[in-house]
């Protein structure tokens, strides 16, 4: 099993970068204080609900913020827009009103309101059918992303809870197979090997450690301890 400190979600950026700026205030030890609790104590998970409730309060949720949805209304000017289609009907309706009102002020206006009908009909049915489609993508999605996930709450006692009810200091239990649920960093002294092809499109497994426990974060240099939302842990130590 593999302990790593839940941290926040969190664009992915160059390692590099990060361990310099993790390294520059001080090391994983650091950081783990900044996240409201110490070494010792992360060993042990967050001690309370109300610890919990408090750093959900301080940090916020571990969810992503929701990107804005088209309303029916501006699925419907797209539509007109940019259907070719339509655009050549509404072209249609205006000559046919044009002409026939012209020709025949008593009749002539039905052929170009029965195309105006239609094109209202077609941008109706485009927006509802692109609305109800996105609603339906946003809910699986969702479904999808909050997975269960084990932590360390309450003296070291394993608890199952949903990736959007973790918080920062919280301690997430990985078994080879589980898939991060947040951005991530490894405790001093653990390692393993991600897959990060979901991120990256690299297929090798990537070694990842955050040291000895030194406040630097790792021995040689090579410390990575960065374990990213959405890779997968294929084995660990």
Same mark, same amino acid.
């Given at each position: ?14 390692? +590099?970068?990060?361990? *310099? ?7 994983? &030890? ?6 409201? @609790? ?22 916020? %949720?571990?969810?992503?913020? $929701? ?30 009103? %044009? &002409?026939? @009102? ?10 170009? #309101? ?15 059918? $692109? ?25 070291? *006692?394993? @608890? ?39 991120? #990256? ?21 090579? *410390?990575?301890?960065?374990?990213? +939302? ?8």
């Amino acid at each position: 099993q593999l302990r790593s400190l839940c941290t926040s979600c969190q664009e992915v950026e160059e390692n +590099a970068g990060r361990l *310099a700026d993790m390294n520059g205030v001080g090391g994983v &030890i650091s950081l783990v204080r900044g996240a409201g @609790t110490t070494v010792e104590a992360a060993a042990q998970g967050l001690p309370s609900s109300g610890a919990v409730a408090l750093q959900r309060s301080a940090f916020g %949720a571990n969810v992503l913020p $929701e990107t804005p949805r088209s309303t029916w209304t501006e699925e419907f000017i797209k539509c007109l827009k940019e259907d070719e289609i339509v655009q050549v009907l509404c072209v249609s309706a205006v000559v046919s009103l %044009a &002409i026939g @009102t012209w020709e025949n002020p008593q009749t002539g206006w039905i052929e170009g #309101t029965a195309i105006n009908l239609a094109v209202l009909i077609v941008g109706a049915v485009t927006a509802t059918n $692109e609305t109800q489609s996105a609603e339906q993508f946003e809910a699986l999605d969702s479904e999808e992303k909050d997975i269960l996930v084990k932590v360390l709450r309450g003296g070291n *006692a394993k @608890t199952e809870v949903r990736s959007s009810a973790l918080v920062v200091g919280d301690v997430v239990v990985l078994e080879p197979g589980d898939k991060a649920p947040a951005d991530c960093l490894l405790l001093p002294g653990e390692r393993a090997e991600v897959d990060e092809a979901a991120l #990256t499109g690299e297929t090798k497994a990537i070694r990842k450690s955050s040291g000895g426990g030194g406040g630097g974060g790792g021995g040689g240099g090579e *410390a990575d301890p960065f374990l990213f +939302a959405g890779s997968t842990v294929s084995s660990c130590a």
